[in-house]
């Protein structure tokens, strides 16, 4: 699967929207890009995935770019309960279900 | 609609001794994959159950195994505990094996 690489922290004020950025250059035609969110020491929240095309759920926006090495996920109205570690991960789902998790990004919201 | 569930929310074992997790999945879905998060740390893959039977495995060491019952719940066992494996565990399901995963809250396991 290809590897991502993500900010290791980002900050951002209550109401504001976050954008959290995910680099996968190595990424192959038939790999999605899946975003999960983890407050502390609770379980991964599915947040949204996609493959080539902008996806918007009721929670979150993801934006990839037209090459598919990048994308960002942008939280429209951050709130304090949005804070969480944010992670992009990218997998093909033709071989299995194993979810590689990276260091991911520490977003913190701040009144 | 009942989301992934998880016993026991913590458990305290001492190294040498045997523990066994867990998990009912989300209502609809027929795939569980577990997964081991340490401290600090993101989760990392252990194994995959399908149709009770184990699908995909990561690199973790037989002390490790598990078992996928016919309504689709599962267990995960470890074997001669070491201290190294105090960690949160973690559930996931999902319907059929490429599809989107639904964690459950973990099981902190403390090994003294």
């Known amino acids: 699967d290809a590897k991502t690489t993500q900010p290791p922290s980002m900050d951002c004020a209550e109401g504001r929207a976050a954008n959290l950025p995910c680099n996968h250059s190595?990424?192959?035609?038939?790999?999605?890009v899946y975003w999960y969110r983890q407050i502390h020491s609770q379980g991964p929240q599915y947040i949204i995935h996609?493959?080539?095309n902008n996806e918007t759920n009721e929670m979150a926006s993801l934006i990839i770019t037209e090459d598919r090495k990048s994308s960002t996920l942008i939280l429209p109205h951050a709130t304090l309960r949005d804070t969480a570690v944010y992670y992009c991960?990218?997998?093909?789902?033709?071989?299995?279900?194993?979810?590689?998790f990276g260091g991911g990004t520490r977003l913190m919201v701040k009144p | 609609d009942a989301g992934v569930t998880q016993s026991p929310t913590h458990l305290i074992k001492t190294r040498g001794q045997q523990v066994t997790l867990r998990c009912s999945p989300k209502?609809?879905?027929?795939?569980v994959s577990w997964y081991q998060q340490a401290l600090g740390q993101g989760p990392q893959f252990i194994f995959q159950?399908?149709?009770?039977?184990?699908?995909q495995r990561g690199n973790f060491p037989d002390r490790f195994s598990g078992h996928q019952f016919p309504n689709y719940s599962s267990e995960l066992n470890v074997n001669a505990l070491l201290l190294g494996d105090s960690a949160l565990y973690l559930c996931?399901?999902?319907?059929?094996?490429?599809?989107?995963?639904?964690f459950g809250p973990g099981t902190r396991l403390t090994v003294l």
């Open positions: 996609g493959l080539k």
């Open positions: 209502s609809g879905h027929d795939t």
């Open positions: 996931a399901s999902s319907l059929l094996i490429a599809d989107t995963q639904y």
């Open positions: 991960i990218v997998f093909r789902t033709n071989a299995g279900n194993m979810l590689t």
């Open positions: 159950y399908y149709e009770e039977e184990e699908r």
């Open positions: 190595t990424i192959s035609g038939n790999e999605y």
